[in-house]
């Protein structure tokens, strides 16, 4: 009995503790074993006294490791081969994995408003979410479920102990122990997410763990006073783990003990102390553990302890029969005193042979035709984390004829189907033939060996025709002596072509010769880490040579593997045969468990001799324990139903029961076979299920029931689909509702019959329905009703040809006395063709004259045909009654390029007038419909050619396009033009920073602009390049009919691009003439012609805005802008004054007047500057603005506004000065201004003058000497 401890606060809510921070297992579990937590050098040496960190003893093995081991020091047994089959290796170099610590691990034990457990429910404890607080657990003889409804935590404080229990957990529970954790001859069941705290004392013994969630438990090994400190204690203490009996006390303990998982299950095991796993010395009382296990310490394996999964430990000790994914082996050499049964299910499709020993070989087939034997080996591999390995001599021979065929397949198949062979000939047992047999059951891989060629040609729903995308198979003499892999497959689908070698040398057949095998190594790897298996085909059939690598570790992508896999051989002929054995037959494997198939058979008791087709039938389905079903199995077993065509259980195809247990099926085909496919636990291999009906008796071929008929109605099947084109034939089958046999077999009856027009329910045409029926024509109109002379065949059918030359939904009803039916059929328009109105024109096989305007509407007409004997579509005659959404579409044409353009009106309802709306309601166009044509008010957004087309939306009355594909036939539409060209961006300014409306002659200007080609709602035509940009512009600049662009420097515009035609120059100069002129103010205008042959676009400077000097129709100048431009030159005079006196020199900037024939100064400039540095004195020695007047006399000068002697100046008002300071004797000083950069102020030698100091100009002598003989 659970004794509880009460805690308060029940509604509280729960606080959750910090989480572990244990690492991911790829980093604390690498690779199968590794050592933890030694410095980096391994250092120090260990002495002789030293344990190895790994030391392996007596029979001990790793398998998996592929490579040296992750350990600083190895000690081992003389001639040990125990890592692999190999002698094992270390790196010796430190171990990459840290040690894990006490503050990793989240053993807090303080629990949070813990409350009272509830109470259980025959057993079961449902726990809301919370924490619970006991004080120990201490039960005995009986079984506990815990099922939690959110996240649990239960806190034991005195122990935690368990003996002969069944415990079941379900939810998420944490369980934190303070210590002794105790489980003894007991069962723990975890279906979900369970973690175990444990503080100190772990001891689990005879007892099992099944995980089918996720199981952790986590081992603390300290005392009650120890914490984290400890941990820094454990860092400095390496020798702790020396004397492994130092710390029994604190072992974790496994002892004879099972933990296995299962649907993905996952167990990790975390000790930090020391973990001893024990199994039992006679391998009757195993340890096995199928996880990963963590030791802190040493972990120590001795006996027939197992581990399937990885370790990471301070040190590991491995001793007796202890292993980490153990190889098993198994060997046969097929004496003839051996027997088959012992070991394999053997299973024939003819009772004249089954596989058998014959001269110490296994035949698996005859030289007769036709077979399809297996034989199934009675032990299951499991495909998780597993490696199967198996190798055979192979014989394929006839001592009489040599005409070889067809091979064997070795087969990996599912362990919970009941196995059993595929198709005889090419399929070689394990691919299907199409209407004749199934695939191998359960088939997951079939490793085909193939003298003839057909294995990779059939078998499979996929085979080397599509896998080589070829349209015929390639012939025999291609795909001869190959070895193929095909994949998973059930009944008649999958059993796909995966991988193949073809034109193998030597062959596979040797004829006559028997005595010559070929040995064949298969590797199947599943130890990668995405769990795919890697299969390898080897051959040995050269001496010399050895194996030769015939398939590389193909990777198998498919879907989910079993868990568990059974290994079959088949071997197969078809027309041509061979005798096909094997002998040698070895292989190894990591996970291997002994099939123990607990039920021989099963058996179907149907009671009613005359089965009844359209009714429930009660049959009985048992679990026979023994061959003669005197013995049924008496406890739980879940059974797989088969489901042919047809088929139908009550209750579902997967049933659980004991013994046996009645169900109800209905069948509505004549007949159908009954059959269980697989069952937990498993059946006999290849096992048959007996089927009785009434007191016949149990064979195998009662299980095919023939049912009989019950007439309820009839019903009109249309046997390729209750749908056609308008105008075309549908045949029709009238016969019993449900498949059931007519009770009118060979009879003739009176039939009547009637149409109804279903959709639409008022067509506008009303045309008859045509019926054919023994060929005679009969029409049916609405509310009429004709009577036919029907004679039904021996299936109780009769078979009739409809016609309907319209478009909808159409029901035809069918009458017998009290006795009616019928059906539905739709009729389905053969095309939808696309016209314009008025009707584009093409001028020659690459132009088509203009069209519209892009944007502009125009009538796009959409008209649904029917078939007929008319070549052209489009000339039959219009479907009127075709009511159904259409989608439209554009699509430019092969001369274009760019966008697709967008239509208006991208879909409407075909059939019905009126408004057309777009998704936000807005009316965009109108459907006029006139006996069938629909004319739409349409327009398309871009220009060019357009290919317009319709397509129906979705199903039409629940027939998809894939099913009656209705043609669409576009017309060719255009050419679309702009419907005006819009100038913007247009300038022209000046590249000075001052008025950008006044340029100098000769001074650059920026000519910019961009004309746009646009749709009649204002938007840029993508498309307006290339062929379709015929549009052209010329610039023209004027002055009262003076043409002035001789003088200016423009350059060629470029190409239209997506609609724009952009032109931006930064060096527009126009050209200074001999003789001064001007000023001018020039208008730059740009003349467009659109290139049609007759203007059709509007043109404009701005949209809406035509150029003002623009007074008619058709005016095409569109303004770019007005400069003003001056012939410049800058005035350096001359003046003079006192030599006691600075002054100040007027530079000026003036421009020609032409009007008064005169310089006049330029005061709108504001833009031109003077530098000192543009200051010349030719004859004077100047530097930095100090100029020497004689060897003795310096003065400074600058330039600048008024008397300012700066470094530079900028125009006011036209003007600025050259200032020089006071010599104080007569001199005169020439200077020039330097005008690089500025050619537009330069005239003549206006740029030089004179500063004179003094009444005269000073010594004639000083100053003849300086112009003579100075260096400036």
């Keep these: 009995m659970l004794k509880i401890l009460i805690w308060l606060s029940l509604s509280m809510l729960l606080t959750l503790p910090a989480l572990s921070a244990v690492p991911a297992d790829n980093v604390l579990f690498p690779n199968v074993a590794q050592g933890h937590g030694v410095k980096s050098d391994c250092s120090p040496e260990p002495s002789d006294d030293d344990d190895a960190q790994l030391e392996l003893e007596d029979n001990a093995q790793i398998n998996g490791a592929n490579g040296a081991l992750d350990f600083c020091t190895i000690e081992l047994d003389d001639d040990n081969q125990s890592c692999d089959g190999k002698t094992c290796t270390i790196t010796g170099q430190a171990n990459s994995v840290n040690s894990l610590k006490v503050s990793d691990i989240n053993f807090d034990m303080t629990a949070s408003n813990a409350r009272d457990l509830p109470g259980a429910n025959e057993g079961v404890y449902t726990l809301d979410p919370g924490d619970y607080k006991l004080s120990k657990v201490d039960q005995q003889k009986r079984n506990i479920s815990l099922k ?5 935590r239960i806190f034991v404080e005195e122990g935690f102990k368990l003996q002969e229990v069944d415990l079941t957990l379900i939810g ?45 438990i986590y081992v603390a090994n300290l005392d009650d006073d120890k914490d984290d400190d400890k941990d820094k204690d454990k860092d400095k203490d390496k020798d ?91 060997f046969y050499t097929f004496d003839d005193d051996y027997t088959p049964a012992e070991d394999w299910a053997t299973r024939s499709n003819t009772d004249s042979f089954k596989p058998e020993i014959v001269d110490g070989r296994f035949r698996l087939t005859q030289s007769k035709g036709n077979q399809a034997t297996a034989v199934s080996y009675n032990q299951t591999f499991s495909s998780v984390n597993n490696k199967f390995v198996i190798e055979f001599d192979q014989y394929a021979y006839d001592r009489t004829s040599s005409n070889g065929a067809d091979g064997i397949a070795l087969v990996l198949s599912d362990a919970t189907i009941t196995a059993r062979p595929g198709a005889y000939g090419g399929p070689l047992g394990y691919g299907k033939r199409s209407g004749v047999d199934d695939g191998f059951a359960g088939g997951w891989l079939g490793i085909g060996i193939d003298e003839y060629g057909n294995y990779v040609r059939e078998g499979g729903s996929r085979n080397i025709k599509e896998v080589e995308g070829k349209s015929n198979n390639p012939g025999l003499s291609e795909t001869e002596h190959a070895v193929a892999i095909r994949g998973a497959g059930s009944g008649e689908e999958g059993y796909n072509l995966l991988a193949y070698k073809l034109k193998m040398d030597p062959p596979v057949d040797s004829h006559h010769n028997s005595k010559r095998p070929h040995r064949y190594r298969i590797t199947i790897d599943f130890t990668k880490p995405d769990g795919k298996a890697r299969v390898t085909v080897e051959r040995h059939a050269n001496s010399t040579k050895g194996f030769e690598t015939l398939i590389d570790r193909f990777k198998v992508e498919q879907g989910n593997t079993p868990e568990e896999l059974i290994f079959s051989i088949t071997g197969s002929t078809g027309g041509s045969n061979n005798i096909h054995e094997i002998d040698n037959l070895g292989f190894c494997a990591n996970k291997v468990k002994r099939l123990d198939p607990k039920i021989d058979h099963f058996r179907f008791d149907v009671t009613a001799s005359n089965v009844q087709a359209c009714q429930p039938q009660k049959v009985t389905l048992k679990a026979c324990a023994n061959s003669n079903c005197s013995e049924t199995y008496n406890q739980l077993v879940t059974a797989s139903l088969a489901v042919p065509n047809g088929l139908k259980w009550r209750d579902g195809s997967t049933v659980s029961f004991e013994n046996s247990k009645d169900l109800y099926l209905t069948s509505t085909t004549k007949k159908i076979k009954l059959d269980v496919v697989g069952s937990q636990p498993t059946a006999v291999q290849f096992g048959k299920t007996l089927c009785q009906v009434g007191s016949s008796g149990y064979s195998e071929t009662s299980c095919t029931l023939d049912f009989s008929n019950e007439l309820k109605a009839f019903e009109l099947d249309f046997p390729d689909g209750n749908f056609t084109y308008a105008g075309e034939p549908l045949k029709a089958i ?38 054919g029926y023994n060929g005679q024509i009969t029409r049916l109109v609405p509310d009429g009703l004709e009577t036919l002379s029907v004679t039904f065949d021996e299936s109780g059918e009769a078979a009739f040809i409809l016609t309907y030359p319209e478009a909808g939904k159409t029901q035809l009803n069918v009458v017998e006395g009290n006795i009616n039916g019928g059906g539905q059929f739709v009729t389905v328009p053969k095309a939808l063709c696309v016209n314009t109105n008025p009707v584009s024109i093409r001028e020659n096989d690459s132009t088509y004259a203009p069209y519209k305007a892009a944007g502009e509407a125009f009538g796009m007409v959409v008209t649904a045909h029917g078939s007929n004997n008319n070549p052209d579509v489009c000339k039959r005659p219009v479907l009127q009654n075709y009511i159904h959404p259409v989608a439209l579409f554009s699509n430019k044409e092969p001369l274009g390029s760019g966008s697709n353009g967008e239509l208006t009106v991208s879909n409407y309802t075909h059939g019905v007038s009126g408004d057309i709306a777009d998704d936000n309601e807005n009316i965009v166009g109108r459907n006029s419909v006139d006996a069938g044509k629909n004319t739409l008010t349409q327009s398309i957004d ?39 060209f819009v100038l913007d961006q247009a300038d022209v300014v000046a590249t000075h920073d001052g008025d950008k409306t006044k340029s100098y002659m000769g001074q650059p200007v920026n000519l910019s602009f ?87 676009s509007a043109f404009f400077d701005k949209a809406g805005e035509t150029h003002p000097g623009c007074r008619t129709e058709g005016c095409n100048h569109l303004r770019i802008g007005r400069h003003k431009m001056f012939y410049g030159r800058l005035l350096a005079t001359t003046t003079q004054g006192s030599s006691r006196d600075a002054q100040s020199v007027p530079l000026r900037v003036e421009y020609w007047d032409n009007e008064s024939a005169i310089w006049q100064r330029f005061k709108t400039d504001s833009w031109t500057s003077i530098g000192i540095d543009k200051i010349h004195f030719p004859y004077n020695d100047y530097e930095k603005s100090k100029l020497a007047i004689d060897d003795k006399i310096q003065v400074g000068y600058g330039v600048g506004q008024g008397a300012t002697m700066g470094s530079g100046s900028t125009m006011v008002e036209g003007e600025t000065n050259l200032n020089v300071g006071a010599p104080r004797v007569p001199a005169t000083i020439k200077y020039e201004v330097k005008l690089e950069g500025k050619p537009w102020l330069e005239y003549k030698e206006s740029n030089q003058g004179m500063i004179i100091f003094g009444k005269s100009p000073g010594n004639s002598s000083v100053i003849y000497r300086r112009e003579q003989f100075s260096g400036n």
């Design 148 to 152: 939690a409804t959110g996240q649990v």
């Design 172 to 216: 998420n529970i944490d369980f934190y122990i303070k210590k002794d954790f105790d489980v003894q001859d007991s069962k723990i069941t975890v279906k979900n997410n369970v973690r175990f705290y444990v503080k100190k004392d772990f001891d689990i013994e005879e007892s099992s763990i099944l995980v089918e969630g996720d199981l952790r």
């Design 240 to 330: 702790k783990n020396k004397d492994k009996d130092k710390n029994n006390d604190n072992d974790s303990d496994f002892d004879e003990v099972k933990v296995k998982t299962v649907n993905n299950g996952i167990f990790r095991f975390y000790g930090l102390g020391d973990v001893e796993i024990d199994g039992d010395d006679d391998n009757k009382s195993k340890t096995e553990i199928d996880g990963y296990i963590y030791a802190g310490g040493t972990l120590e394996m001795e006996g027939y302890a197992t581990i399937y999964g990885k370790v990471t430990a301070g040190r590991l000790e491995m001793e007796d029969d202890a292993a980490i994914n153990p190889n098993q082996c198994f």
């Design 734 to 771: 009238l016969k019993p509702q449900q498949n059931c046999e007519s009770l009118f077999a060979g009879e003739t009856r009176s039939i009547s019959l009637s149409a109804v027009y279903v959709q639409p329910e008022n067509p506008v045409a009303k045309p008859s329905v045509e019926l």
């Design 942 to 980: 871009e220009v060019g050619v357009f290919e317009l087309s319709a397509s129906p939306i979705g199903a039409f009355h629940g027939i998809s396009q894939s099913e009656m594909p209705i043609e669409s036939i576009p017309v060719t539409a255009g050419r679309f033009y702009p419907a005006r």
């Design 1010 to 1096: 961009a004309l746009s080609a646009l749709n009649a709602d204002g938007k840029v035509t993508q498309n307006y390049q290339g062929e379709f940009a015929k549009a052209t512009g010329q610039f023209r600049v004027a002055i009262s009919d003076r043409n002035m662009l001789p003088r200016l420097n423009l350059e060629k515009m470029a190409s239209w691009q997506e609609g724009r035609l952009e032109f931006n120059q930064y060096n527009v100069v126009l050209s200074r003439g001999s003789q001064p002129d001007g000023p001018f103010e020039l208008q730059f205008d740009l003349a467009v012609n659109d290139g049609e042959t007759s203007s059709l």
